[in-house]
């Protein structure tokens, strides 16, 4: 299967999992408190529980006002739900307790904003960085040298608003190329039906026998 592409020349509705390799997506930080088979001890008097260490995030937080690709991947959802989109899987849903659904995969955003990053990219999704300092930049619009500490963020009405003007021009160019095929099919069709008629009232040449 092909990689799908987001520019406007784009004619397919159907989201579809990309195969090659896209950049790893969130996971749930390990859980604390995980329970081992050591043996208890056998002592009369019990042992005051040593503080654990606060456990450091595994990434930088989120700035406020934007959001990652992965939680991105969980609004598209609701939001094209309640638009009742489908995909070759069938109508898009969220995962619920009775159902596991059929979501947009994180990785699919993912690849959706490393094609809206390579030049020939038309209509690119709208990402940014953050820095260490707490700024914020534009993708690719932030100074040499900076130390980037987020990147791939979106927000959220923008993203919506883009994915929404994306459906607009892939179902454009469909209607364009069907508009297209018909008219190119009709003009066919009228040659050959000219071709048939004039083929009918041509005379054929007397035939001359010979002396």
């Known amino acids: 299967m092909t990689e799908p ?18 950049p790893e997506v969130d996971t749930p930080e390990a859980l604390d408190d995980e329970e081992t088979d050591a043996p208890a001890e056998t002592t009369t008097t019990e042992k ?3 503080p654990k260490a606060e456990k450091k995030p595994a990434r930088p937080a989120v ?13 598209l959802t609701e939001h094209l739900e309640k638009q009742g989109k489908s995909n070759k899987n069938g109508p898009i849903t969220t995962k619920s307790a009775e159902s596991a659904g059929n979501p947009i995969p994180p990785q699919y955003i993912y690849s959706m904003i490393n094609q809206s990053r ?4 038309k209509n690119p ?49 469909k209607a364009e190329k069907a508009q297209k095929e018909q008219a190119k099919a009709e003009k066919a069709k009228a040659e050959a039906e000219k071709a048939t008629v004039t083929e009918v009232e041509t005379p054929a040449e007397p035939v001359v026998e010979a002396e």
């Open 125 to 173: 999704i709208p990402t940014y960085v953050s820095t260490k300092d707490g700024q914020i930049f534009k993708t690719g619009e932030a100074p040499e040298g900076t130390k980037i500490e987020r990147e791939n963020l979106l927000v959220l009405e923008e993203a919506l608003g883009w994915w929404d003007a994306k459906d607009r021009r892939v179902a454009a160019s």
């Open 48 to 50: 005051a529980a040593a």
């Open 5 to 22: 592409n987001f520019d406007e020349t784009d004619e397919t509705e159907a989201v579809e999992t990309p195969t090659e390799d896209v």
């Open 63 to 75: 700035p406020a006002g934007y959001i990652a690709p992965v939680e991105f991947a969980k609004r």
């Open 118 to 121: 390579r030049e020939s990219s």
